[in-house]
């Protein structure tokens, strides 16, 4: 056995993919070789990996010869057509699309709330959608303390989740409204719809395609990976979860107003803030009397997820308000994918 893992990056390029390199630096993960894999277009371009240059090669299936640990962010299609080929090789992958999601096989993980469900991975763990995880690192201090019967989640979510296209299509259309010209909407709200409208000051009350039951895909994923994530079933009946996603014109970090329903009726304000000033990788920001809650802009760069605006609904006693927000690049996606990965190194559920 080598003193190091060999790690693979597929996507290196993209906006999560120079963060996993970040990420992946920071980490606890003896990193003994790292390769930086993606289209063929990227191909040839020279990275940094602790200080040294790397050059991005063309993603194939030989690429993952000898590769223990794969960290995948180079979209879905992507991810089925060359993870299974990793796992074949012997590698474990943690991917960063949707593609792995909802099987009832692959993991749906994040950390803090069911890092257990990693040692039943075959091969292959999924990276829960960005507005899941912090609502989850949120949440889960609470349903172990008072359970949890309802969850009503409406979010503000951050152009970059769109990629890094879509937040350059952000900064284009913001200059040309200053400047008064006419805005150029190509993205937004998704690629996969027929129209599209400007996100500069501006709302889009759809992200992802819309579904027939008028839920947007977005809205879908929320419901049920949190039931996935908290009940080990996606179509559990035992706690019931509704949201409303809607893109707003901040370029990074999405923010939740989350509305919770507990079992205990007897919780409270201070006991709700207590819990969360002691969850991993959780920051209480709650002192509205100085103004002090979460704020997108604060949590750029940070791997926490930031609450604050706890309340009680005065009018339903055992409900409370609140509002969550964190940096959705880093751990809505490259942070808490290294994070699995250090889990699994901990564990020993990946072998070099």
Not at 119 to 124: E, P
Not at 260 to 274: G, L, R, W
Not at 328 to 346: D, H, P, R, S, Y
Request: charged share 20%.
């Amino acid at each position: 056995m080598s003193d190091g893992y060999t790690v693979a990056i597929l996507g290196a390029t993209g906006a999560v993919g120079t963060r996993l390199i970040q990420q992946l630096e920071q980490s606890t993960i003896p990193v003994s070789k790292v390769k930086l894999l993606a289209s063929f277009r990227s191909a040839g371009k020279v990275l940094q990996f602790k200080g040294q240059d790397v050059t991005v090669e063309e993603a194939k299936p030989e690429s993952f010869d000898g590769v223990d640990i794969v960290l995948a962010s180079a979209g879905g299609s992507v991810s089925k057509k060359f993870l299974p080929e990793a796992v074949k090789r012997g590698a474990v992958c943690v991917d960063n699309t949707s593609a792995f999601r909802m099987e009832e096989s692959v993991p749906l993980v994040v950390p803090e709330v069911n890092e257990a469900a990693l040692y039943n991975h075959h091969g292959i763990i999924a990276n829960p959608n960005c507005s899941t995880i912090q609502m989850m690192v949120a949440l889960e201090p609470i349903r172990k303390a008072f359970g949890l019967k309802q969850i009503i989640v409406s979010t503000y979510q951050a152009a970059s989740g769109a990629g890094q296209s879509a937040l350059n299509e952000l900064y284009s259309e913001a200059k040309d409204y200053l400047d008064g010209k006419d805005m150029q909407a190509n993205i937004f709200p998704t690629k996969g719809d027929k129209k599209h409208y400007p996100l500069a000051f501006n709302l889009l009350p759809q992200i992802d395609v819309l579904e027939d039951n008028l839920y947007s895909h977005e809205e879908w994923k929320m419901i049920h990976e949190t039931k996935k994530i908290m009940l080990g079933d996606m179509n559990s009946p035992k706690i019931k979860v509704t949201a409303t996603c809607v893109r707003v014109p901040v370029p990074i970090s999405h923010g939740e107003s989350i509305y919770i329903e507990v079992e205990d009726k007897s919780a409270t304000t201070e006991q709700i803030q207590d819990l969360i000033r002691k969850a991993p990788g959780a920051v209480l920001q709650d002192d509205p009397k100085n103004q002090v809650y979460p704020q997108p802009i604060d949590a750029v760069g940070k791997r926490e997820t930031f609450v604050g605006r706890i309340r009680p609904d005065l009018e339903n006693q055992g409900a409370f308000n609140m509002w969550v927000v964190s940096d959705n690049l880093l751990k809505g996606a490259a942070w808490n994918t290294v994070q699995i990965a250090e889990c699994l190194v901990a564990d020993g559920l990946v072998h070099n």
